[in-house]
């Protein structure tokens, strides 16, 4: 989309079929008397035979246009722009050689197209967003006709699809609050599957549209069609997580469970789950009865987190985090028991291997973590907690398998992280 620097040319070439009448109009427009020249040409046209011919369209195109860009005549014709757009449409069809507009290159069509798109740009700057959807509208629908003909100006042709002017529409519509016409406009961008980092919130806002108007299916028409152009981009599993109350647990878990095969790469959707289900089972005053069951989901979300990105140390913190809870739910197990008796003392052996076969998954992952960590030259201040906690858990892991050494090794560490 761009505006033209062109070159009207005078060529009002009379015609010998309408004598004087057609002298007077040329002679009125020559002189600069719009407002002459436009009763001449409005009476002209009036009369029957002469509307039959092209030359007398050809003459109204040119002069409501000149009158359109005029402070002085404005006023004549408000909506002269396009009587003149219309006028030469006319002519266009009457003379399918179209020698007038041949000779000139079609110049005044592309003017045309210049006016509405500065006025476009005019109303928008002025946050006049309703004149600004009416004029880019106007613009399109100008050179939508060019582009049908294929004229071109100097070399110039508008492209098969304007998509920046397309935008502006929209845009203009949008801002206008009249987000039914702007849909229309963005959708063609959305079917022509026009990518680009600047279009993506597009295929975003269809999205939203179709959703609060209940219409499922184009609404999946256009998330898939986000999902395909920007694979990368997170927020169309997001636009869906949302779609679900966060309160309702069973339900947040059963959307994620949906999404997982759809977005089997998204190790951030992965691992926000595991956040969910991290926080339903250990951040509550009571343990939930699913307890045991969403303690093993813990660790299946984890670990496929991990298989998506091997190098997610937050994955290995929050799964450290999650053995280092199981070893206190053993640890109280343990304490739990105040017999003496051999099925006593048989079961506290048994949790004692139970919590060095935790305290070595502990290790695993916050060694893990660790060292993701401890190899950055930088770390931001969320990471640097991280390492401290990590290195907090490897001592505690090592006191439970009696590696005093080790131990100390990983307090002092976590003590020297500032």
């Given at each position: ?8 040319l005078?060529l009002l070439v ?5 004598a004087?009448s057609?002298?007077d109009i040329?002679?009125?427009f ?13 009476a ?7 509307a ?10 040119v ?7 005029s ?5 004549l014709?408000?909506?002269g ?5 219309n006028a030469?449409k ?30 476009g740009v005019?109303?928008f700057?002025?946050?006049n ?18 582009a ?12 098969a699809f ?9 845009l ?10 702007a ?6 961008i ?6 680009g980092?600047?279009n ?11 959703t609060?108007?209940n ?8 998330l ?9 981009d997170?927020?169309?599993?997001q636009?869906?997580?949302d ?6 647990k069973?339900?947040l878990?059963a959307?994620?469970e ?15 789950y595991?956040?969910?289900l991290?926080n339903?089972t ?20 984890l670990?496929t987190?991990m298989?998506v990105n ?11 985090r999650h ?5 206190y ?6 304490q739990?028991i ?10 506290k ?5 139970k919590?060095?076969e935790a ?5 695993v992952?916050?060694?893990g973590?660790?060292d ?7 770390l931001?201040a969320?990471?640097k907690?991280n390492?401290k ?7 505690t892991?090592?006191?439970v398998?009696g590696?005093k ?5 990983y ?7 500032n």
């Amino acid at each position: 989309m761009q505006r033209f620097l062109l070159s009207l040319l005078i060529l009002l070439v009379s015609s010998s079929l309408f004598a004087q009448s057609i002298e007077d109009i040329e002679g009125q427009f020559q002189k600069g008397e719009l407002d002459k020249a436009k009763a001449s040409v409005d009476a002209f046209l009036a009369k029957e035979k002469n509307a039959a011919k092209p030359d007398g369209w050809w003459y109204k195109g040119v002069i409501y246009n000149e009158i359109a860009k005029s402070e002085k005549y404005k006023a004549l014709a408000p909506d002269g722009r396009m009587e003149a757009f219309n006028a030469f449409k006319k002519y266009y069809e009457m003379d399918p050689k179209a020698v007038r507009g041949t000779l000139e290159q079609h110049v005044r069509l592309f003017d045309i197209y210049n006016g509405y798109f500065d006025m476009g740009v005019a109303s928008f700057g002025a946050s006049n967003f309703d004149d600004a959807y009416k004029n880019f509208k106007n613009a399109l629908a100008v050179e939508e006709y060019i582009a049908s003909k294929g004229y071109e100006y100097n070399g110039f042709k508008f492209p098969a699809f304007d998509t920046t002017l397309v935008q502006n529409i929209a845009l203009s519509a949008y801002r206008a609050k009249k987000d039914d016409e702007a849909v229309v406009y963005y959708k063609k961008i959305a079917d022509q599957k026009i990518a680009g980092k600047d279009n993506v919130d597009i295929y975003q806002l269809l999205v939203e549209y179709y959703t609060k108007k209940n219409d499922r299916a184009t609404r999946e028409q256009y998330l898939q069609l986000g999902r395909q152009l920007y694979p990368d981009d997170d927020r169309w599993y997001q636009i869906e997580l949302d779609e679900v109350d966060a309160k309702d647990k069973k339900a947040l878990f059963a959307k994620y469970e949906e999404l997982i095969p759809k977005y089997p790469d998204k190790h951030i959707m992965l691992y926000n789950y595991a956040v969910e289900l991290f926080n339903y089972t250990y951040a509550g005053d009571k343990k939930p009865a699913d307890y045991k069951e969403t303690q093993k989901k813990i660790e299946s979300v984890l670990k496929t987190t991990m298989n998506v990105n091997k190098s997610y140390a937050e994955a290995n913190v929050l799964m450290a985090r999650h053995y280092y809870n199981v070893l206190y739910d053993i640890q109280d197990e343990m304490q739990a028991i105040k017999g003496t008796t051999a099925a006593d003392q048989k079961k506290k052996a048994d949790l004692k291997t139970k919590m060095t076969e935790a305290a070595d998954q502990l290790i695993v992952y916050a060694q893990g973590a660790f060292d993701i960590y401890n190899a950055k030259a930088t770390l931001k201040a969320g990471e640097k907690g991280n390492l401290k906690v990590t290195a907090g858990y490897l001592a505690t892991a090592y006191d439970v398998k009696g590696d005093k050494t080790k131990a100390d090794e990983y307090r002092k560490k976590a003590e020297g992280v500032n």
